[in-house]
């Protein structure tokens, strides 16, 4: 969990960061947010509002969690809970639409009323954006883009279904695909540095990269963003990622032009200071 009092004008008073814990993840939440209260009155500063960013399946218009897998969330109401807890105007968004929020305030999509934000970390998701809107879905589960089917027939996801993009391109997809195929265990930054000189590394990280392609493509053809920001800790992964990228999702765009594929300009804060956003939009 992390968490950060910020000011008006964007700058971090404090910053504090705890292990999610197994039992009490709301208890942990609301003590974080009470730690970071008194930090800013220490340094002479109000709280206005605060803003939570969460993963899992979100309604965002009433603040309930309907699922999220790794918090063991099923239908908590979070933002009735919090505004209970806090006593402050209070907003909950999820997660990686809350980084888009960010990326387009103060990021890499800057300006921007089309683009897709795609953080490829230990799995993949995407904040949509088209005409200036955030398109969440009817259950709040739009964005699921490392559960699109990629590969008829392939390799089985943990969600269930077979040929999953991020069981090829993710984090945890490029060190299982690597180890498995008689790699070393090996992160995925590791096996990227032994491009060129690894057969079996160029093999695994050629196909990922193929498979976001494919994804990406298909997300242009049906969206049309002007920009596609990628984030995440592949996306570190530089010339070895952009590069090929670029050329496979032109080459599939045969009769279109492709957009620009930039990388986070916010990175790992970027859920952070969506969160701050929406702090100080339910604050108004």
């Given at each position: 969990?992390?968490?950060?009092?910020?000011?008006?004008?964007g700058g971090v008073v404090a910053e504090l960061t705890r292990p999610t814990p197994a039992g009490d993840i709301l208890?942990?939440?609301?003590?974080?947010?009470?730690?970071?209260?008194?930090?800013?009155?220490?340094?002479?500063?109000?709280?206005?509002?605060?803003?939570?960013?969460?993963?899992?399946?979100?309604?965002?218009?009433?603040?309930?969690?309907?699922?999220?897998?790794?918090?063991?969330?099923?239908?908590?109401?979070?933002?009735?809970?919090?505004?209970?807890?806090?006593?402050?105007?209070?907003?909950?968004?999820?997660?990686?639409?809350?980084?888009?929020?960010?990326?387009?305030?103060?990021?890499?999509?800057?300006?921007?009323?089309?683009?897709?934000?795609?953080?490829?970390?230990?799995?993949?998701?995407?904040?949509?954006?088209?005409?200036?809107?955030?398109?969440?879905?009817?259950?709040?589960?739009?964005?699921?883009?490392?559960?699109?089917?990629?590969?008829?027939?392939?390799?089985?996801?943990?969600?269930?279904?077979?040929?999953?993009?991020?069981?090829?391109?993710?984090?945890?997809?490029?060190?299982?695909?690597?180890?498995?195929?008689?790699?070393?265990?090996?992160?995925?930054?590791?096996?990227?540095?032994?491009?060129?000189?690894?057969?079996?590394?160029?093999?695994?990280?050629?196909?990922?990269?193929?498979?976001?392609?494919?994804?990406?493509?298909?997300?242009?053809?049906?969206?049309?963003?002007?920009?596609?920001?990628?984030?995440?800790?592949?996306?570190?992964?530089?010339?070895?990622?952009?590069?090929?990228?670029?050329?496979?999702?032109?080459?599939?765009?045969?009769?279109?032009?492709?957009?620009?594929?930039?990388?986070?300009?916010?990175?790992?804060?970027?859920?952070?200071?969506?969160?701050?956003?929406?702090?100080?939009?339910?604050?108004?």
């Amino acid at each position: 969990m992390k968490g950060a009092v910020v000011s008006e004008g964007g700058g971090v008073v404090a910053e504090l960061t705890r292990p999610t814990p197994a039992g009490d993840i709301l208890g942990a939440l609301v003590a974080l947010f009470g730690d970071l209260h008194e930090t800013a009155r220490t340094s002479g500063r109000d709280v206005v509002g605060a803003g939570v960013a969460t993963p899992g399946m979100l309604d965002e218009q009433r603040g309930i969690v309907q699922y999220a897998s790794n918090l063991d969330w099923r239908d908590v109401p979070l933002l009735d809970i919090l505004r209970g807890e806090l006593r402050l105007p209070v907003a909950v968004g999820h997660d990686v639409r809350a980084a888009g929020l960010a990326e387009r305030t103060f990021g890499a999509a800057r300006g921007s009323d089309d683009f897709v934000l795609v953080p490829i970390g230990t799995g993949v998701a995407a904040a949509l954006v088209t005409a200036g809107g955030t398109i969440t879905g009817a259950t709040g589960a739009a964005g699921e883009f490392g559960h699109i089917p990629v590969i008829p027939g392939g390799e089985p996801c943990t969600c269930g279904q077979r040929g999953c993009l991020e069981v090829y391109m993710s984090g945890a997809g490029v060190a299982r695909r690597y180890r498995e195929a008689g790699g070393e265990p090996l992160s995925t930054r590791r096996i990227v540095a032994r491009l060129g000189e690894d057969p079996l590394a160029d093999r695994v990280w050629g196909e990922a990269v193929e498979v976001l392609a494919h994804g990406l493509t298909t997300l242009t053809l049906l969206l049309d963003p002007r920009v596609i920001v990628l984030g995440g800790g592949v996306s570190h992964a530089g010339d070895a990622l952009f590069g090929p990228l670029e050329r496979a999702v032109s080459a599939g765009l045969a009769w279109r032009d492709r957009p620009a594929i930039v990388r986070s300009g916010l990175g790992g804060d970027a859920g952070r200071a969506g969160a701050g956003l929406l702090a100080f939009g339910a604050a108004r």
